[in-house]
Nanobody, 122 residues
Framework: VQLQASGGGLVQTGASLRLTCTAS????????MAWFRQTSGKEREFVAQ????????YYKDSVKGRFVISRHNANNTATLQMNDLKPEDTAIYYC????????????????WGQGTQVTVSS
């Protein structure tokens, strides 16, 4: 499975962006999907995760109430709707898919997209 992340950009504080992860070379409908982000010099951090059915989302505390993860298995895509963006949300955002039923650690995520830059100006 290959993943392609898109939708990043430069926005002002309070704006919204919608990131899309498009899968090819296989179906994602049986895989948990997630979004991570990384800034220079820091470890990649978890942002949001969604179960294969789309019924069980999890979020990093700092994005709860602002970000919404969803998936569209028929289109082989997952999205991250980001609202009320803040400068601290600035990072490269990566989508990921796991072969495990309940991925916990970073190493549990098997497939990664190439990343899309999100920059939020103050």
């Amino acid at each position: 499975v290959q993943l392609q992340a898109s939708g990043g950009g430069l926005v002002q504080t309070g704006a919204s962006l919608r990131l899309t992860c498009t899968a090819s070379g296989g179906s994602i409908d049986s895989h948990p999907m997630a979004w991570f982000r990384q800034t220079s010099g820091k470890e990649r951090e978890f942002v949001a995760q969604i179960s294969p059915t789309g019924r069980v989302p999890y979020y990093k505390d700092s994005v709860k109430g602002r970000f919404v993860i969803s998936r569209h298995n028929a289109n082989n895509t997952a999205t991250l709707q980001m609202n009320d963006l803040k400068p601290e949300d600035t990072a490269i955002y990566y989508c990921a898919a796991s072969l495990k039923y309940t991925p916990v650690h970073l190493a549990d995520w098997d497939y990664w997209g190439q990343g899309t830059q999100v920059t939020v100006s103050s």
